[in-house]
């Protein structure tokens, strides 16, 4: 019951930046947790950034300092600010969110958006 949308995805220059973002709709009364997750060439998908409804943030090693995520809950959406990008970056970005209720929780996951850094 709730769709994540996620867009600002594309191709960028080594050292460039990009903002990504992701809105969720449907159902969202009880959404809480929200991040971004990516899966490069051949890899597995990896956590990237969530953050909590209280504005909680955790961040891969990988991208601390560079990256930032934050949120607009009027908005219903999810932002990941990218800066200082390399090829190492490189992959499908998937928009995440959690539905929690007592007991139980609910994941679901966006269609995923391109990131390409070139040299």
């Known amino acids: 019951q709730v769709q994540l949308v996620e867009s600002g995805g594309g191709l960028v220059q080594a050292g460039g930046s990009l903002r990504l973002s992701c809105a969720a709709s449907g159902n969202i009364f009880r959404l809480n947790t929200m991040g971004w997750y990516r899966q490069a060439p051949g890899k597995q998908r990896e956590l990237v950034a969530t953050?909590?409804?209280?504005?909680?943030?955790n961040y891969a090693d990988s991208v601390k300092g560079r990256f930032t995520i934050s949120r607009d809950n009027a908005k219903n959406t999810v932002y990941l600010q990218m800066n200082s990008l390399k090829p190492e970056d490189i992959g499908v970005y998937y928009c995440?969110?959690?539905?929690?209720?007592?007991?139980?929780?609910?994941?679901?996951w966006g269609q995923g958006t391109q990131v390409t850094v070139s040299s």
């Open positions: 953050i909590t409804s209280g504005n909680s943030t």
């Open positions: 995440n969110a959690v539905l929690s209720f007592p007991g139980r929780k609910y994941v679901y």
